[in-house]
């Protein structure tokens, strides 16, 4: 069998069962956990990522006459090996010198034996993606710094050979970052995570050229800040490319999951306060985005395709930087608190899910989630020391914030008004500059309610596989949750979430948010119905009661629908209570929809429609425009 040759799960034999595999754990050597020492977090922390590692070893491959997938962790999800699984080492390693249990170290040795089929054979010490050998290996930065955690922390639980091995394996892999990595190489989190790396493997391998490189990449981080708000601009190609609104590439998920991380923590190894300081304003901006129940607000940003509600797919968590800066900001202590409860709620059979609905509507987690994410609890566990104020005492901004705030590097708005939380985005940044994929065209990205968390969250236009390796495909048919007016002209798709040039104003009178849109109708290609595809939208705020509007600006009738894809789950009870009227019983209230004209379902084979953006299931609700109607108004309120 060829080394990298895909096979299919029926090849790989029985899974976990495995007997001590080259070390055996030393008593006096591994550290264990003492719950009475441990924080609410901590515990919180330490409790979820031993749920991770023991779902993750009941997946691992256990069939030593087939070498490409013995000791792998495989993706009943995909179907596949995820090349990056070897990330899982670190956490592994991390549960073996917590509990002293034998099977994890036994596990992170077979993972580490398995990851030579993801080492790219050009000789230049680097890792691949996939276990195609052209896949591409800029992830190498992301498990050269997981190994290095790993040996840094807990190598002592090797032997002395196996541990230079290892090291050996690690210094090819860092040594690639320095020779390949610049400040032009792919997107922003590659290189900002690069400062990370490089600087904590110069200190482990006393390479000064590597902590040298660093400070180089180091000193350019301001020039990639947005002004007021200082969120990280750059993931895109080129990364710096403005779109014709003059705006630059921004991805909430990736850098608060990615590229803060790094950032932070050369900070605080480097002791450098000025960058702290101006690290501090950067989170601050971020942490805007951050949803009252812990969720991460990407709904716009460049790789929406990866949103997950609690972050992104591939990314590795928020923890680390909001946790180690909560001394500096206790709400970032709140918020790495939140998001660790997210991520435990989205846990399914042990895996995390890349949303809220995978457990209701039967999808299967992909592996990567979890290998991912547990890296980042166990950096957090093993840095318990430096940690601060990380519990829920002040409370994150969008929790308490009243009126709206506009970002003018993003073109989008955050709303707040007693209960409700709103998102309206007008960014008009294409990712990999196809088509609009994530919310524009003054959309109503994100709605929420404190009584019954998310109503609407913006998925993709279309779903597109832009990473295929990186992402799951859709369980059934493929439906927008954006809210949108639409059209079809000739079986073409018409709708203002492809209108890049839609104008938002709003006015805040009278205790009454107004969100007020003049979008055309456009087609993936951006091509506009002109005058005839004219519309006005409002979204209007209260205490008590959010309102939907849609005016037709022409009197022609075209067959126009406001598409409302409201968030519920397989199992919430749905009674129309009239031909205007519908409502959606939830754990925390009911949410009561009205209209004026009569509200239709979609018809799809289950009750529910799931989208993989951001792992969410919508009762896809249409109001058409009857005849002689030009304005379709939907009110929503909870009881």
């Given at each position: 069998m060829k080394r990298r040759s895909f096979v299919h799960l029926s090849a790989i034999g029985s899974l976990g069962l495995m007997l001590p595999y080259g070390c055996i754990l030393d008593s006096s050597k591994h550290k264990v956990m003492n719950s009475k020492d441990m924080t609410a977090f901590q515990k919180q922390s330490f409790n979820l990522l031993k749920t991770w590692c023991d779902a993750m070893i009941r997946?691992?491959?256990?069939?030593?006459?087939?070498?490409?997938?013995?000791?792998?962790?495989?993706?009943?999800?995909?179907?596949?090996?995820?090349?990056?699984?070897?990330?899982?080492?670190?956490?592994?390693?991390?549960?073996?010198?917590?509990?002293?249990?034998?099977?994890?170290?036994?596990?992170?040795?077979?993972?580490?034996?398995?990851?030579?089929?993801?080492?790219?054979?050009?000789?230049?010490?680097?890792?691949?993606?996939?276990?195609?050998?052209?896949?591409?290996?800029?992830?190498?930065?992301?498990?050269?710094?997981?190994?290095?955690?790993?040996?840094?922390?807990?190598?002592?639980?090797?032997?002395?050979?196996?541990?230079?091995?290892?090291?050996?394996?690690?210094?090819?892999?860092?040594?690639?970052?320095?020779?390949?990595?610049?400040?032009?190489?792919?997107?922003?989190?590659?290189?900002?995570?690069?400062?990370?790396?490089?600087?904590?493997?110069?200190?482990?391998?006393?390479?000064?050229?590597?902590?040298?490189?660093?400070?180089?990449?180091?000193?350019?981080?301001?020039?990639?800040?947005?002004?007021?708000?200082?969120?990280?601009?750059?993931?895109?190609?080129?990364?710096?490319?403005?779109?014709?609104?003059?705006?630059?590439?921004?991805?909430?998920?990736?850098?608060?999951?990615?590229?803060?991380?790094?950032?932070?923590?050369?900070?605080?190894?480097?002791?450098?306060?000025?960058?702290?300081?101006?690290?501090?304003?950067?989170?601050?901006?971020?942490?805007?985005?951050?949803?009252?129940?812990?969720?991460?607000?990407?709904?716009?940003?460049?790789?929406?395709?990866?949103?997950?509600?609690?972050?992104?797919?591939?990314?590795?968590?928020?923890?680390?930087?909001?946790?180690?800066?909560?001394?500096?900001?206790?709400?970032?202590?709140?918020?790495?608190?939140?998001?660790?409860?997210?991520?435990?709620?989205?846990?399914?059979?042990?895996?995390?899910?890349?949303?809220?609905?995978?457990?209701?509507?039967?999808?299967?987690?992909?592996?990567?989630?979890?290998?991912?994410?547990?890296?980042?609890?166990?950096?957090?566990?093993?840095?318990?020391?430096k940690l601060q104020n990380v519990d829920k005492e002040k409370p994150i901004p969008r929790a308490v914030k009243d009126g709206v705030k506009h970002f003018p590097e993003l073109d989008v708005w955050l709303g707040a008004r007693g209960p409700w939380k709103s998102t309206v985005s007008s960014y008009d940044q294409i990712w990999k500059k196809k088509y609009s994929v994530a919310a524009t065209g003054g959309s109503l990205a994100v709605l929420w309610h404190k009584k019954v968390g998310p109503l609407f969250t913006a998925s993709m236009a279309e779903y597109m596989l832009v990473e295929p390796n990186n992402q799951q495909q859709q369980p059934e048919e493929d439906f927008c949750l954006t809210p949108r007016v639409e059209r079809f002209v000739n079986d073409v798709w018409y709708t203002n979430i492809h209108d890049l040039k839609a104008i938002v104003k709003n006015t805040d009178e009278n205790g009454i948010i107004n969100f007020e849109v003049l979008a055309t109708l456009t087609n993936r290609e951006k091509e506009t119905l002109g005058t005839s595809g004219g519309f006005k939208l409002n979204y209007l705020f209260d205490k008590e009661i959010t309102t939907i509007k849609a005016l037709r600006t022409t009197s022609e009738e075209n067959g126009d629908t406001l598409v409302l894809p409201i968030i519920s789950s397989t199992g919430e009870k749905v009674v129309q209570t009239s031909e205007n009227s519908i409502e959606i019983h939830k754990d925390g209230g009911v949410v009561v929809m009205e209209s004026n004209v009569p509200i239709t379902l979609k018809v799809s084979e289950k009750e529910r429609i799931f989208n993989q953006v951001p792992g969410m299931e919508v009762l896809p609700i249409l109001l058409g425009f009857p005849k002689g109607v030009i304005n379709v108004n939907c009110t929503i309120t909870i009881i």
């Open positions: 997946a691992q491959v256990n069939n030593p006459s087939n070498p490409v997938l013995d000791g792998t962790l495989y993706c009943h999800a995909c179907d596949t090996v995820h090349g990056r699984a070897n990330d899982a080492i670190y956490p592994l390693m991390y549960m073996a010198d917590a509990t002293g249990d034998q099977k994890y170290l036994d596990a992170a040795i077979k993972l580490m034996d398995w990851s030579k089929n993801v080492d790219k054979p050009d000789g230049s010490g680097s890792w691949t993606n996939d276990l195609n050998p052209k896949s591409w290996n800029g992830i190498t930065v992301f498990t050269a710094i997981a190994l290095g955690e790993a040996l840094h922390h807990h190598g002592h639980l090797l032997t002395k050979e196996m541990k230079e091995k290892w090291e050996a394996r690690l210094k090819a892999g860092i040594d690639f970052v320095y020779r390949k990595f610049d400040m032009h190489f792919s997107h922003i989190n590659y290189r900002f995570t690069a400062i990370y790396a490089l600087r904590f493997l110069g200190d482990y391998f006393n390479e000064e050229k590597y902590i040298a490189r660093s400070k180089e990449f180091a000193a350019l981080i301001p020039k990639y800040l947005t002004e007021p708000n200082k969120l990280i601009f750059g993931e895109d190609k080129p990364d710096n490319e403005k779109s014709a609104k003059g705006l630059y590439p921004v991805d909430i998920g990736y850098n608060v999951e990615e590229t803060l991380n790094g950032l932070v923590q050369y900070a605080i190894i480097e002791q450098d306060e000025e960058l702290l300081k101006l690290l501090t304003e950067s989170m601050n901006g971020h942490l805007e985005f951050m949803l009252p129940d812990g969720a991460w607000d990407n709904s716009f940003g460049t790789r929406q395709n990866k949103w997950t509600y609690w972050g992104s797919r591939t990314t590795d968590g928020c923890q680390p930087a909001f946790a180690l800066m909560a001394n500096r900001n206790p709400a970032f202590g709140t918020a790495a608190v939140l998001n660790t409860e997210l991520l435990e709620r989205c846990t399914v059979n042990g895996l995390l899910a890349g949303g809220v609905h995978y457990k209701s509507y039967g999808v299967k987690p992909c592996m990567h989630h979890t290998f991912s994410h547990a890296k980042n609890l166990a950096f957090v566990l093993d840095n318990t020391d």
